[in-house]
């Protein structure tokens, strides 16, 4: 289940920051997330389970992503540098502060290769505002690994094409525009990540470090036992 989770947010954060770091050196993004495939009645009883947003910091290509979980709060860090992803999990209520690291060619392991998409990508007349922009709708009809999905986003001239540096390239390359709005299907649930807001501010680089008061172990199995100990 751990594993399921953080494939899952890997994805989602894939295309984060690429476009407000073509404009803006440093700041924040501020994200909703919404689950529209399952029912309202299990949303409410999954409301402390599902994560409802997300907050992004960005500075010269880095980036630190947090996201609010049961019990605590899940953090991705991203340094190009580095060719890894930092992965920590923060629970105050226990005081518990574990993290491991994942290369970048693992990370693609996961991901599964991006070499096998076939995307045909059809832009619509649809549009709408998000944070401020206008964005005009695309569906995505992909096959992953001989799997048929379909998916949509929204995208907007206004932004600079962005340029995700990962397996999403192959998806979204062909879009004249950065996303506003995206859809990731991971384990047969749909997540719909929007973005909210966008602030340019200085941004500490202490932020994209998680420092000695956490303990480091190997993979996400030995973080989810030792969160339970």
Request: hydrophobic share 40%.
């Amino acid at each position: 289940m751990m594993k399921r989770v953080f494939i899952a947010i890997i994805c989602l954060f894939f295309v984060q920051t690429a476009f407000a770091q073509n404009t803006i050196k440093q700041g924040k993004i501020f994200y909703e997330m919404d689950f529209p495939d399952i029912p309202a009645e299990q949303k409410t009883a999954m409301a402390e389970m599902l994560p409802k947003d997300a907050t992004a910091y960005f500075k010269d290509g880095k980036t630190r992503v947090e996201t609010p979980m049961p019990f605590g709060k899940l953090i991705i860090i991203r340094d190009p540098n580095k060719k890894h992803f930092l992965f920590a999990f923060n629970n105050a209520e226990r005081k518990k502060k574990v993290a491991f690291i994942k290369t970048d060619e693992e990370i693609k392991k996961m991901l599964g290769d991006s070499s096998k998409f076939q995307v045909e990508i059809e832009i619509t007349k649809e549009t709408k505002k998000i944070a401020g922009f206008t964005a005009t709708k695309a569906i995505l009809k992909m096959k992953v690994n001989g799997q048929d999905i379909v998916t949509e986003c929204w995208f907007s001239k206004e932004i600079p094409k962005i340029n995700m540096g990962g397996e999403q390239d192959d998806v979204y390359s062909k879009l004249d525009g950065g996303l506003l709005e995206y859809t990731t299907i991971q384990g047969g649930i749909k997540t719909v990540m929007r973005i909210r807001q966008i602030l340019q501010e200085e941004i500490n680089d202490k932020l994209f470090e998680l420092g000695p008061s956490y303990k480091m172990v190997n993979n996400e199995d030995e973080l989810a036992t030792e969160m339970l100990k």
